[in-house]
């Protein structure tokens, strides 16, 4: 006999890691619902909101196609066409980079940040949920996300996340430590993403 259903309510109601899978569904739902309402105001799709915030926060080295298909976790292609319609829409340029002209980065213009700023504020919502939890739960669940997405990382399900988990600098020693800092850190100081981010070595 098979693997039962994780979706059926009978397993579910015996299965701790089936009720977690459930519940972890419904909040990807609430992303999707949040994404899919803002998206209809502006005339856009999720993934251009997506990538909006993403230009509208991060470096200049990270805002290529490449890099935002990684953060993602899709293909190249979909995030091109993505960058391909927000272009036609005078959102964004893209500007030949001085040590490749093969490759290119991603910018926005002023009508595209102005939009960014608009759109980013879908997970709003959620968020101030969230800031009704008290700070030692905030930071047990944070923990216990990082830990998750570290597996799905290392069982190659996700591609790797730039959070202290996976970081060069993160050990453990007697808890979260950071040899960049160097320091021990709290649960809360743990980061998703890093500017001093550097894979392993």
Same mark, same amino acid.
């Given at each position: 006999?098979? %693997? $039962?259903? +994780? ?6 109601? *015996?299965?701790?890691?089936? /009720?977690?899978?459930? @519940? !972890? ?68 340029? %893209? $500007?030949? +980079? ?6 290119? *980065?991603?910018?926005?213009? /002023?009508?595209?940040? @102005? !939009? ?69 850190? $709290? ?15």
């Amino acid at each position: 006999m098979g %693997r $039962k259903s +994780t979706f059926g309510p009978e397993q579910q109601a *015996t299965n701790t890691s089936s /009720k977690i899978v459930a @519940a !972890l569904e419904r909040l990807s739902e609430v992303f999707r619902v949040l994404l899919w309402d803002n998206a209809k105001q502006h005339g856009i799709s999720p993934i251009q909101i997506q990538v909006l915030t993403f230009l509208l926060h991060y470096p200049e080295e990270q805002r290529t196609i490449t890099f935002l298909a990684a953060h993602f976790n899709m293909t190249k292609a979909t995030i091109s066409d993505a960058v391909k319609s927000l272009e036609a829409k005078n959102y964004l340029i %893209r $500007k030949v +980079t001085a040590t490749d002209t093969r490759s290119h *980065t991603l910018h926005l213009i /002023k009508a595209g940040k @102005a !939009l960014a700023k608009k759109v980013e504020c879908f997970a709003y919502p959620l968020q101030n949920t969230l800031s009704l939890t008290c700070s030692k739960e905030q930071s047990a669940l944070l923990e216990h996300l990082l830990q998750l997405i570290f597996k799905l990382n290392r069982e190659g399900i996700i591609t790797p996340q730039r959070m202290c988990l996976n970081c060069h600098f993160y050990t453990q020693k007697g808890g979260h430590y950071c040899n960049l800092v160097p320091c021990k850190l $709290k649960a809360a100081d743990l980061r998703v993403d890093c500017p001093e981010f550097q894979f392993p070595q």
